[in-house]
């Protein structure tokens, strides 16, 4: 399918919108940015170092893969594993009725939106190479980006917890998305 550059735009100007609206944010180089609008540039930066030629249809889903997700807060959920599972499910489905408003409004095709949805809500997981490969671009970014603040944030974890944590994200990545850990991520110094 041949991309149509301006709708494409459209739609990745209208989630930036949305995401440059988040109430928290973030220093980078002593600049304040919105958490959320930063956290898409990234995953669409990393998507392009790790998959050269993503799909139009992955482009679209790494941009808008936490969409507003400031309107979720955590703590409206029980602090508890089922509470977390819940959550993450609210979230999935808010990103991709969110997605779904944008990509209507930016004029693409039930067929198209119907795939972004799918993928933004991770469904084919191991089975499906575009659902992987973002799942990949995802683990990538928050151990590039944010596992050094999680771990800070949860000082109360022990360490075979804080592990435990990152190897079930490791173990959710590719062989290829492993290797790309060790290979393409900048940690801070």
Excluded at 15 to 24: G, I, V
Excluded at 48 to 56: F, G, L, M, V
Excluded at 98 to 119: F, H, K, P, Q
């Amino acid at each position: 399918m041949k991309v149509d550059q301006n709708r494409f735009n459209r739609a990745i100007a209208l989630f930036d919108e949305l995401n440059s609206k988040d109430p928290n944010r973030e220093v980078i180089d002593g600049k304040e940015q919105p958490k959320e609008l930063l956290y898409a540039q990234r995953v669409t930066t990393m998507l392009k170092n790790y998959a050269p030629n993503p799909s139009e249809i992955l482009q679209l889903a790494a941009r808008c893969q936490h969409i507003q997700r400031w309107k979720i807060d955590r703590r409206n959920f029980p602090m508890t594993k089922p509470g977390y599972y819940q959550w993450r499910k609210s979230l999935r489905d808010f990103h991709a009725q969110t997605a779904e408003m944008i990509l209507l409004e930016a004029g693409y095709e039930e067929s198209v939106i119907d795939r972004v949805c799918a993928l933004v809500k991770k469904e084919g997981l191991k089975t499906d190479v575009e659902s992987q490969t973002l799942e990949d671009v995802v683990v990538l970014v928050f151990i590039e980006n944010y596992l050094e603040e999680f771990i800070c944030r949860h000082g109360y974890f022990d360490e075979t917890k804080i592990m435990d944590i990152v190897d079930k994200s490791l173990r959710k990545m590719t062989a290829k998305g492993r290797q790309a850990a060790l290979t393409m991520i900048k940690m801070s110094s």
